[in-house]
Structure formats: C-alpha cells, structure tokens
C-alpha cells in the first residue's frame, strides 16, 4: 500500500459524458502528478500539481483539466469523453518537486467510456 | 526531448533462470534513469534509479541495473528469477531539468515453474 488513494475504482460511462476522478496524496506528500494508461499509448503523463499550483503538463488533452485543492487532494476532470479515453489512470504522489524525488503511485482509476 | 525504449514487450523466463529486461533511452541531456514494477491490479512501485555515481545501481528484490552511457542502455536483471517476480516492468528516463517521467511501453514478465 503506497498511502496513495484514488477513487473511484472503475468507472463506466457513456461517450461525451463528463467524469471526475478523484486523488489523495500521502499523508505529507505536497507533489500530485497524473498519469494515463492505455494498450495502445502505454503510461503518459499528463499534469503535476505542487502545493496547489500547476507545475508541469505532459500530453493532456485541452478536454482535460486538474486541480489540486488546499487539503492537497486532486481532481481530474475529464469530459466531452472519447471512445480513446478509456485507460487506467493513475495518480502519485512526492513529497516535493524534482526528479530525484521517488513518486508513489495510487492504485488506478479503470475508466470505461461505451 | 527523452525517450525510452523496451525490447520485447513479453519475457518469459523459468524460475531460477536469469531476468533480462532490455532499456534504451534517448536523451539530450544527462539522464535520470529508472524501473518500475507493477503487479497486477496495482499501482507502479520504484524498484531502482540511476541519477549520479556508480552506473551499477541496486534495488528491491534482488533487481539490478547497469548505466552503460556508450550503448545508451539501462538494462534490468536479476540473476534467478522468482514466481513473485511475474509483473510488468517499465523503464522510464526523466531529464535532470524537469519533473517529468517518459516511460517505455513496459515488458511483461512471466515466470514459468
């Protein structure tokens, strides 16, 4: 167990519907970072938070959004949802900002979008 | 720009028999270099990195990689492989500028009894 959480587990959802996905560090840990999953893609990363404040984008889609809220915890928001969407994702988290700083990662959220 | 590339996308080895799993990375600047493991229905886990120093670096597990600067590879082995050890496997280079992690495509590991 990395003390990273992440809810929901799976999600199943129609095409062009909009969904969030929820995400909470490790207790201390102020770094949150998404990432997608997908056969085809392999694991992208898509957005980093800090304390709040957006620190790097990856390859997120403009139908895409994140944020990170002052209890730390993060939301990713995706809508207008695509057949191409359906992925794992995954959200970790580190204690501060940089490379040399190990990331943890949560379990996934399995989204399906029909 | 990084990148990081694995040979094979499915290894399947017997138990007791030596773990190869192949990485090649491409980046413009001093790399960092990582491996990662996921077990099934989990998340990813660290298993070891190289970011200065000794290029035979040690992890979890019994796992080790080697940073060969010439061949541009960061290849993972572990010299006799366990069942607990079937998961799949990314490599992943990061630049010493940025937060962010390019991942190879991920070699799945099977071990046979």
């Known amino acids: 167990d990395s003390g990273v959480t992440q809810t929901p587990k799976h999600l199943i959802t129609a095409t062009g519907q909009r969904v969030t996905l929820r995400c909470s560090p490790r207790s201390g840990d102020l770094s949150v970072y998404w990432y997608q999953q997908s056969l085809d893609q392999g694991l992208q990363f898509l957005i980093q938070y800090y304390n709040g404040e957006e620190r790097a984008k990856g390859n997120i889609l403009e139908r895409f959004s994140a944020q990170q809220f002052p209890d730390l915890h993060s939301e990713l928001n995706l809508s207008s949802l695509e057949l191409g969407d359906s992925a794992l994702y995954f959200c970790a988290s580190s204690v501060d900002t940089g490379v040399l700083v190990e990331q943890f990662f949560g379990p996934g959220t399995r989204l399906t979008v029909l | 720009a990084q990148s990081v590339t694995q040979l094979g996308s499915h290894v399947s080895v017997s138990e007791g028999a030596l773990v190869l799993l192949r990485c090649n990375y491409s980046?413009?600047?001093?790399?960092?270099l990582f491996w990662y493991v996921q077990y099934p229905n989990q998340g990813l886990q660290l298993l070891l990195k190289y970011t200065t120093g000794a290029t035979l670096v040690k992890g979890i597990n019994g796992f080790e990689a080697e940073f060969k600067k010439s061949e541009t590879s960061f290849h993972l082995t572990k010299p006799s492989a366990h069942m607990s050890d079937a998961a799949e496997y990314f490599c992943a280079v990061s630049g010493n500028t940025g937060n962010q992690f390019y991942f190879g495509t991920g070699t799945s590991l099977t071990v046979i009894p």
């Open positions: 980046s413009s600047v001093p790399p960092y």
